[in-house]
């Protein structure tokens, strides 16, 4: 594996390579080369693998920024956007329902909470901004993978066994994706306790223009805050969220 001081000179050139692409609308080889003062063979190596990569594209013999910045600086804006827009709609969330709301994105292999609104309730669930979800056992979790691509699903989730955190766990990866084709089929995911005993979570996901899931939205409470008289009317609630966000994204 190289190590830290050839992995810095690599990036340090790639951005200084991406800037002046930025700045003058596409350049030659030796234009790159020359007027950046870096070594020519190195250079071209380097160019052949952003163009891989599609960071840069290459037309006839000028290269130009590619279309996967474009794809990255779109996903870095809806993350950051995203909960200060979404805190809004959590709130009326959490008081139609009064239960904690969570605002969840996808975190490597995990879900990750990005933003809580606590409820008043006496009796509440340990959860922070920043807890790490297993993606096959909770309701965000399901929610943000059940529209992505099997092969995506197939990286985020290698394993056909699954490990089990409760009674109600799901744990084989067939019995994964059943669960995921009926969360496609009526707009939302619930967790029955399959994290954490004990705890019961609706969650819906938001999209982005390209329909692709960008984030997701939970209630989470115990069984009196969540019973199952009140789940079609909550998931409705959850899902009315989203549709509101996906909207705006």
Known sequence: MPNIQTLVPALDKIVRICD???NHRGATFSQIFQDLNL???STSTLLNALVMHGILRQDQNKY???LKLHEW??????????TKIAEPLMIKLRDKTNLTCHLGVLDGLYSV????????????IRTWIGKKLPLHSSGIGKAL?????????DQLIPEDKLIKYTDTTITSKKQLKKELAKIRSQGWAYDNQEDVQGVHCIAAPIFNKNNEPI?????SGVLFQLPVDKIDKYSQLVRDA????????
């Open 20 to 22: 002046y692409l930025d």
């Open 215 to 219: 984030a997701a939205i939970s209630i």
């Open 73 to 82: 600086g779109d996903k870095s804006l809806e993350q950051f956007d995203i």
């Open 39 to 41: 070594p020519k063979s």
């Open 145 to 153: 993978i059940a529209w992505l691509p099997d092969e995506k699903i």
């Open 64 to 66: 130009y920024l590619g």
């Open 242 to 249: 989203c549709q509101k966000l996906t909207d705006k994204f």
């Open 113 to 124: 909470y990005i933003a809580k609104i606590e409820n008043d309730q006496a009796i509440g």
